[in-house]
């Protein structure tokens, strides 16, 4: 493995079938609603165009030039523009315990914060435990309700964290 690189950087509009493939195996793998989550959603096939904005991003990790995983960031939809969402962190089970889903988390939170949002939003499943103890790790607290207007409706974890 010392000869493998590994790289996280901006999604390029070639990386759309890859990331859409691992996104949706992820959800297979782990048996995960398919209606009202990321699955589903209509930014799915198209990530690069749904991350184009100027305080939008959207981070993907290659190993060996294959894109493994990935997750982005934008202002939450129908909340204050102080908050972001971290959305879309998917990663294949060939790059998952390696720490790269904490460097592009952490990669996630330093662009929000950058772009001056002053709170971190996010949703998950509750099946996810292994993702849902990073967000605690790194002081996301939970909700009792959504924030914004995401429309993943069967998600059922909702968690912030003030920057």
């Known amino acids: 493995m010392s000869n493998t690189t590994i790289e996280i950087r901006e ?3 070639q990386d759309n079938p ?9 959800f297979i793998e ?9 699955y589903t ?14 305080n939008e ?4 990790v290659t190993i060996d030039g294959v894109i493994e995983g990935g997750g982005g960031l934008k202002p939450l939809n129908g909340e204050k523009e102080d908050v972001f969402e971290i959305q879309k962190m998917y990663f294949s089970n060939r790059l998952r315990g390696k720490g790269y889903g904490k460097k592009l988390f952490e990669k996630c939170l330093e662009k929000g914060k950058s772009l001056g ?6 949703e998950t499943i509750p099946k996810l435990k292994e993702a849902i103890h990073i967000y605690e790790s790194y002081g ?15 998600c059922g974890v909702w968690m912030i964290k003030t920057l």
């Open 11 to 13: 999604i390029q509009p």
């Open 18 to 26: 890859q990331m859409e493939a691992i996104i949706r195996e992820v």
């Open 30 to 38: 782990y048996d995960l609603p398919l209606i009202g989550t990321a």
């Open 41 to 54: 959603d209509p930014e799915t096939p198209k990530m690069y165009e749904s991350y184009a904005k100027h």
């Open 57 to 60: 991003a959207y981070y993907v």
């Open 117 to 122: 949002f002053k709170r971190a939003y996010l």
């Open 140 to 154: 996301f607290k939970h909700l009792n309700a959504p924030l914004g207007q995401t429309g993943h409706f069967n």
